[in-house]
């Protein structure tokens, strides 16, 4: 439609105007100064390229427009400027007084080619809009005042698609036949050719149809055009008793590359061999032919290949093809004929086998066909005989053959309830659920009452319908609360709604079950217990979930213990509760799911741990909290805390590398003095002195304070006391005592350097700080170990 309005011509350009105006230059007249004013700012517009200067000047001219209108109504130029200012509307998109206008333009002048050029205007709005009707009569409007054939030719074939999208073919048939018969050059004739032949052949005139398809079918045609055409000339052919002209148009079309109509086409030669009953044909095109089918056509195809194999007695092969026919077209006549068709073919192959076969077939196919001579055969078969036998499946076919006109009053109930009963054992849940409808309303005193809507609820289950499902099952509770179906309807009903994710409802429903029902068996016990503390933990309610998570384990751990484990330790590590925590995960280690454990879990643990002084548990939690690979997977806090429980718990080796990777990761000196001072204890307890020493001193050169650098002395006094240089272990000890009274260290630095003092001779001043020590820490005794 864009390509349309463009390259209609009609009345878009003021030139016959200009020229009419210019012979007036010479003469008195207002009307023509005035709209050649208003036409001067329209032609700016029309000629300008730039979009906002563009809308500007149309702005301009609408009022200069109007104006002239309404004081020269009747003026020579007033029709064009009537169209000028409809079309200044449009472009600035105000399309509704711009279709008001040329409305207008419609009404008062009736013919001319500002009357094509409006109406084609309004036809391209409704066609847009998929107002065919109000289009149709546009389009036609604009043929008939249209100066250009090919306008003209246009606005036909364009109120013929209007007709076509009305279902009117009829009144397209000859709008697109003088299209097609034009002798004027236009892209639509191939289209109108096309269009015309596809009404001709939907009212069976084939004889019409099948030249205009021929005429179609040129080299320069587009691959998907000829093989569209190709296919249609071959079902005109077929209909016209032509089929070997048939099947050449049928393998033009089978032959395009990426050709839609393939399958068709495919279809169709098997349809034509099927009538000449060429049967070899039939499998050959079959075996050549690699075509997607949709549903229909593989149904189709079926019905024919089944066939073939049929009459020549390859009876294994046909009923391949009639059970694809029963899948592709299920429910229907097409698939009734193939169903019955497969029963004789498996007859000719294992008679004994039938009677299965032929019960299967009724329960199938017996609904809409009860007077079928095979329905009824199998409806004298034994109904009631199969379900005192317990064989629900033939049970089930005889009784959904039985239509309740035919049987007594006083039987219904029964029948009911026995054919909804075997229908369920056979999962045709479906046919259940509406079985079991038909027999609560007919029988609602029945004592099988509360048996039904439990089955039936089941039934609604397999079916996805969990609404219906939980009303069944709630009213067996409520019916029958200490029933053993109530205690099935508990469970089930329970099952939906934690499907659903009301699990406060799934907790209220598992609780009543293991409350009012004790005589539960074990595997019902177990897994109501493990729903119920998985339905308690979904609601955050943690310390509900435990001892049912516990009760499934005990009752049943083989079935239950991995799907406990997890969800205890979630549940303790929610209550932070930590000796709870450290058995479940004990138990969780001990069936092999230590790798599904969250970090997460053991580093808080870990720090719990190391904050409560236990630093052997500490390290051995936030060991396992630590990412595998590099240290960098690991968060800081967690080698600091690590490194720092190893050294309480004397891991030196551990402790060091805890401590490196600690290093590699810390940024600020704040921290990597810290972590030095670890790595300083750590290599002294490994007598590592001189590492030890090193290490020390490149922490002390990043010129640290408080604690950390009293430490760090203390650690160096320490290394030079084990190596009895007695003396430089008195000068760090010094440094403390002197500066740090405030830090915790000072009692102890003060203690050991009294004894390095003495060690070194200096007995003097050994006795000054032993003094010292005396008055500011009387009970002291010297640091432990």
């Known amino acids: 439609m864009r390509a349309l309005l463009i390259g209609l011509s009609l009345a878009l350009s003021p030139s016959l105007v200009h020229a009419q105006a210019g012979q007036q230059n010479l003469r008195a007249d207002p009307g023509s100064d005035y709209f050649a004013r208003a036409r001067q700012l329209y032609d700016a517009a029309v000629a300008e390229a730039d979009p906002a200067q563009k809308k500007e000047l149309y702005q301009r001219a609408i009022p200069i427009l109007d104006d002239y209108i309404r004081l020269y109504p009747r003026h020579k130029f007033s029709q064009p400027a009537t169209y000028y200012l409809a079309e200044s509307y449009l472009a600035v998109a105000m399309p509704r007084q711009a279709a008001k206008i040329f409305d207008q333009i419609i009404q008062k002048y009736r013919t001319g080619h500002y009357v094509a050029a409006a109406s084609y205007r309004l036809a391209y709005e409704n066609y847009n809009n998929k107002r065919y009707q109000q289009a149709a009569r546009l ?3 604009t043929a008939a005042n249209a100066q250009k054939p090919e306008d003209q030719l246009r606005s036909i074939y364009f109120r013929a698609q209007c007709y076509l999208l009305l279902k009117d073919p009829k009144r397209a048939h000859p709008l697109l036949e003088k299209v ?10 191939t289209q109108a050719k096309i269009s015309s032949a596809h009404i001709l052949l939907a009212e069976k005139k084939y004889d019409k149809a099948l030249p205009l398809y021929q005429a179609l079918l040129l080299p320069s045609q587009s691959p998907e055009m000829r093989s569209e055409t190709a296919y249609h000339a071959g079902v005109c052919a077929a209909a016209l008793k032509k089929n070997d002209l048939a099947k050449k148009y049928f393998d033009i079309a089978m032959n395009m590359k990426e050709s839609p109509w393939k399958a068709n086409s495919h279809i169709a030669l098997l349809g034509l061999y099927y009538q000449a009953k060429d049967y070899d044909a039939i499998l050959s095109q079959l075996g050549k032919s690699q075509v997607e089918l949709d549903a229909k056509q593989l149904a189709q ?48 192959i294992d008679g004994e086998r039938i009677p299965n076969m032929v019960d299967q077939f009724i329960q199938n196919y017996a609904v809409g066909r009860g007077t ?23 049970a089930a076919a005889a009784y959904n053959a039985i239509s309740t006109e035919f049987t007594d009053k006083r039987n219904l109930p029964s029948l009911l309830y026995k054919k909804a009963w075997c229908l369920s054992e056979i999962d045709n849940h479906e046919g259940a659920s509406a079985s ?8 609602p005193q029945d004592k099988r009452i509360n048996n039904a809507y439990a089955k039936r609820g089941q039934s609604y289950m397999k079916l996805g319908d969990r609404v219906k499902a939980l009303k069944d099952f709630d009213a067996v509770i409520n019916n029958a609360p200490q029933s053993q179906i109530a205690a099935m309807s508990l ?19 598992l609780e009543q079950l293991l409350r009012d029902h004790r005589d539960l068996t074990p595997a019902v016990k177990a897994n109501s217990h493990y729903w119920l503390g998985w339905a308690y933990f979904r609601i955050d309610k943690f310390k509900n979930a435990i001892p049912h998570l516990e009760a499934a384990q005990q009752i049943d751990n083989a079935a239950y213990g991995k799907q406990t484990a997890m969800l205890l330790i979630l549940a303790r590590y929610s209550l932070k509760d ?20 969250p970090l997460v879990v053991y580093r808080w643990l870990g720090s719990q741990c190391n904050n409560a002084g236990d630093y052997s548990e500490a390290a051995k939690y936030l060991t396992k909290g630590c990412e595998e690979g590099v240290p960098q997977k690991t968060p800081t806090v967690i080698w600091r805390l690590l490194s720092k429980a190893q050294l309480k718990n004397e891991q030196w080796t551990n402790a060091l590398i805890a401590c490196d990777n600690l290093l590699s990761m810390e940024k600020e ?93 200096k007995a003097k001043s050994a006795a000054s700080y032993k003094a010292q020590l005396k008055k500011e820490y009387p009970d002291y005794k010297g640091p432990k170990g």
Do not use: C, W
Not at 334 to 341: I, L
């Open 301 to 348: 195809q079926g019905v024919i290949v089944g066939q073939t194999y049929f009459q020549k007695k390859n009876y294994a092969e046909a009923i391949n093809y009639f059970l694809d026919v029963e899948r592709a077209a299920a429910g229907t006549d097409q698939a009734f004929e193939a169903a019955y068709y497969k029963l004789l073919s498996l007859y000719n």
């Open 669 to 761: 000196d704040v921290r990597r003095v810290e972590a030095m001072l670890i790595k300083t204890k750590a290599l002294t307890g490994l007598k590592r002195y001189e590492e030890a020493v090193k290490t020390g001193e490149e922490a002390l050169a990043l010129r640290p304070s408080g604690k950390t650098k009293a430490g760090l002395l203390l650690a160096l006094g320490d290394i030079a006391a084990l190596q009895s240089d007695h003396a430089v272990a008195a000068q760090h000890y010094v440094l403390i005592v002197e500066t740090f009274q405030e830090d915790a260290s000072h009692k102890e630095a003060l203690y050991k350097l009294v004894q390095s003092l003495e060690k070194a001779g």
């Open 491 to 509: 469970q089930l009903s329970a099952r939906i709604q934690r499907d659903a994710k009301r699990y406060s409802d799934v907790v209220e429903r």
């Open 180 to 189: 097609a018969n034009s002798p004027i050059d236009s892209p639509y004739k």
């Open 436 to 443: 079991f409808s038909q027999f609560i309303k007919a029988a």
């Open 372 to 394: 079928s001579k095979y329905i009824h055969q199998a409806i004298l078969m034994k109904a009631e005989a199969l379900y005192g036998d317990q064989k629900y499946k033939e």
């Open 578 to 597: 930590i000796d709870g925590l450290k058995t479940a995960l004990a138990q969780a280690e001990n069936i092999e799911l230590g790798k599904q454990i």
């Open 139 to 141: 389009f036609g409007l």
